[in-house]
């Protein structure tokens, strides 16, 4: 069974930055892609940044510059570090990762950005 399990969200000012983390569990999950997502109530959930098993990334528009995802894949860890918060980034985010089986999404983090 895979899980994924986030972390790191939580409360930041305007123009302060946070990590976050997604720790994936599962035997014999290889994931062809993995991806950050973030969701706002009354809104559809958009895809914010992936990143493939080759290290290919891609970014939404409205985080290019700001935010960067990667991948330790001796940890089975996916992070988004961001930088230079704004109120529009507040969400809930969560972790996806896709591979032959299927595709997984984690709980969710909170990331709220305060003015």
């Known amino acids: 069974q895979v899980q994924l399990v986030e972390s790191g969200g939580g409360s930041v000012q305007f123009g302060g930055s946070l990590r976050l983390s997604c720790v994936a569990s599962?035997?014999?999950?290889?994931?062809?892609?993995m991806g950050w997502y973030r969701q706002v109530p009354g809104k559809q959930r958009e895809l914010v940044a992936s990143?493939?098993?080759?290290?290919?990334?891609a970014y939404a528009d409205s985080v290019k510059g700001r935010f960067t995802i990667s991948s330790d894949n001796a940890k089975n860890t996916l992070y988004l570090q961001m930088n230079s918060l704004t109120a529009e980034d507040t969400a809930v985010y969560y972790c996806?990762?896709?591979?032959?089986?299927?595709?997984?999404w984690g709980q969710g983090t909170q990331v709220t950005v305060s003015s």
């Open positions: 996806k990762g896709r591979s032959g089986r299927g595709a997984y």
């Open positions: 990143i493939t098993s080759g290290g290919s990334t």
């Open positions: 599962g035997s014999g999950f290889r994931p062809d892609v």
